[in-house]
């Protein structure tokens, strides 16, 4: 792959969010700067219209919010740690870690791999364990790429 799917640019490790909608701007805000989005109302527009077809929370305290755009130029993924906790729908509770994948267009399938293999990674404690105990945003990263990441 000759982009990665995730850097450490592309990691928030302290977010401050209101809301979902407030995560996922700021970590859209994060692909933007990476030049991975080329709109980020467009995206967000996309992703919003993706997260009123059904919440994205998953048990555990995570947000997955996705969505293919054609405002997304390769396949990406932004991590946000949110100590304090932001509501994405989940039967248990806030989310303190937020996934946004974001995928191209054109990507066929891309995204749903990168999400399937995110959600069977998701399940094990000692997975969301070791992100949010990572120290920083190369960590996470790394922990993620490791992972999630086929090789």
Same mark, same amino acid.
């Given at each position: 792959?000759?982009?990665?799917?995730?850097?450490?640019?592309?990691?928030?490790?302290?977010?401050?969010?209101?809301?979902?909608?407030?995560?996922?701007?700021?970590?859209?805000?994060?692909?933007? %700067?990476?030049?991975?989005?080329?709109?980020? =109302? #467009?995206?967000?527009?996309? +992703?919003?219209?993706?997260? @009123?077809?059904? *919440?994205?929370?998953?048990?555990?305290?995570?947000?997955?919010?996705?969505?293919?755009?054609?405002?997304?130029?390769?396949?990406?993924?932004?991590?946000?740690?949110?100590? %304090?906790?932001?509501?994405?729908?989940?039967? =248990? #509770?806030?989310?303190?870690? +937020?996934?946004?994948?974001? @995928?191209?267009? *054109?990507?066929?399938?891309?995204?749903?791999?990168?999400?399937?293999?995110?959600?069977?990674?998701?399940?094990?404690?000692?997975?969301?364990?070791?992100?949010?105990?990572?120290?920083?945003?190369?960590?996470?990263?790394?922990?993620?790429?490791?992972?999630? +990441?086929?090789?």
């Amino acid at each position: 792959m000759s982009t990665p799917l995730i850097t450490p640019d592309l990691v928030a490790v302290d977010l401050v969010a209101t809301d979902r909608d407030d995560a996922t701007r700021q970590l859209i805000d994060l692909l933007y %700067a990476a030049g991975r989005v080329t709109d980020a =109302d #467009g995206f967000h527009a996309d +992703v919003r219209a993706r997260e @009123a077809q059904m *919440a994205t929370g998953m048990p555990g305290g995570i947000g997955l919010p996705h969505a293919r755009s054609s405002h997304v130029t390769v396949p990406s993924l932004a991590v946000g740690k949110v100590p %304090a906790g932001v509501d994405f729908g989940a039967p =248990d #509770g806030p989310a303190t870690l +937020v996934f946004l994948i974001a @995928a191209p267009d *054109a990507g066929d399938g891309d995204h749903l791999k990168i999400l399937a293999a995110l959600a069977r990674r998701l399940v094990h404690e000692s997975f969301r364990t070791s992100l949010k105990d990572a120290p920083d945003a190369a960590t996470v990263a790394e922990i993620v790429t490791r992972e999630v +990441v086929p090789s």
